[in-house]
């Protein structure tokens, strides 16, 4: 089996996919997508629930994507994960999207039904559940900074503010997106909640000086961005202005520390990557697809032996 397949290895598959008892009708579309876990996690949970069929990596361009969608479509694939850069370009190829995914205006989840692609947006109930299980608290308790405006960071956005966290503070490099995306949850927020010396919902510029007013206010700093991706990328936010009361969820997952995991545990706070959340969205997923309860330990375990 190939570690990665492309678009003209989906323009052929009757003849590039092996022969075998469990053919390939899952997968994960992004670009890049070699650093994806998800064929490990969702391979152990074909095989635990004895489901004849294999996950795997599939490398398309944005370019690409329409005619992807379509020979998935074509070849009678089950569903598909998308990674970046396709949540939100997705979008305009498909036949239906939830409610959810279509707030987001993102998918990451693709389910195929009798020729008919729908979409599903499982970023934000997996965030949810990863921070109850990493910090053992829920959103609806918590003051929130998310950085980044972007598919998994509007997901991350909405469930927050669906779950009536008591703070939420978006920031974004792109300043005019973060404060679109406070507009559009705005009504949320229209009861008063706590008091404190910001807003409930609030945008703010991605600068040091922002950054550093917000800290003493806020429990849970998220990094929805790609920043971490790449070993040499800086850490979203300096160590030097993070403190040992916050929380730290980094959505990039890697196998060493990301920059900013590190940074939080410099400065003596808690940090985790994203492999959690990678897990709960992965299990929702798997759920979808398949009308019955993922094997969440399963699939934990596949995680954990990834070195």
Same mark, same amino acid.
């Given at each position: 089996m190939k570690e990665i397949y492309t678009l003209a290895d989906l323009q052929n598959w009757d003849r590039v996919q092996e022969k075998s008892a469990a053919p390939i009708c899952l997968g994960v579309s992004g670009d890049p997508v070699a650093h994806s876990f998800s064929p490990q996690m969702q391979n152990a949970a074909l095989r635990a629930c004895k489901i004849k069929m294999r996950y795997a990596k599939f490398q398309i361009a944005p370019g690409e994507l329409a005619d992807a969608l379509q020979l998935v479509r074509d070849q009678n694939f089950s569903g598909l994960n998308l990674t970046i850069p396709h949540k939100a370009a997705a979008l305009q190829h498909l036949d239906a999207v939830d409610e959810n995914a279509g707030r987001v205006g993102a998918v990451n989840t693709i389910k195929v039904e009798k020729d008919r692609l729908r979409g599903f947006n499982t970023d934000g109930k997996g965030f949810a559940r990863a921070i109850r299980e990493e910090f053992s608290v829920d959103l609806r308790d918590l003051r929130v900074m998310v950085l980044g405006a972007g598919g998994a960071a509007r997901a991350i956005a909405l469930q927050c503010a669906k779950e009536n966290c008591e703070r939420l503070v978006i920031a974004n490099r792109t300043a005019d997106k973060a404060e679109q995306l406070a507009k559009e949850l705005r009504d949320f927020f229209a009861g008063p909640r706590v008091f404190g010396p910001g807003p409930r919902l609030q945008a703010i510029p991605w600068e040091e000086s922002a950054f550093r007013f917000q800290i003493a206010n806020i429990d849970l700093v998220? *990094?929805?961005?790609? /920043?971490?991706? *790449? #070993?040499?990328?800086?850490?979203? @936010?300096?160590? #030097?202005? /993070?403190?040992?009361?916050?929380? @730290?969820?980094?959505?990039v997952y890697s196998r060493d520390r990301t920059p900013l995991v590190s940074a939080a545990m410099e400065a003596g706070a808690r940090g985790v990557n994203g492999l959690s959340m990678l897990l709960h969205q992965g299990a929702l997923a798997f759920e979808i697809w398949f009308d019955r309860e993922a094997p969440l330990d399963v699939m934990r375990k596949a995680l954990g032996r990834i070195d």
């Open positions: 998220v *990094n929805a961005t790609s /920043l971490g991706l *790449n #070993r040499a990328d800086p850490s979203p @936010i300096p160590a #030097r202005l /993070l403190a040992p009361h916050l929380m @730290i969820y980094d959505t």
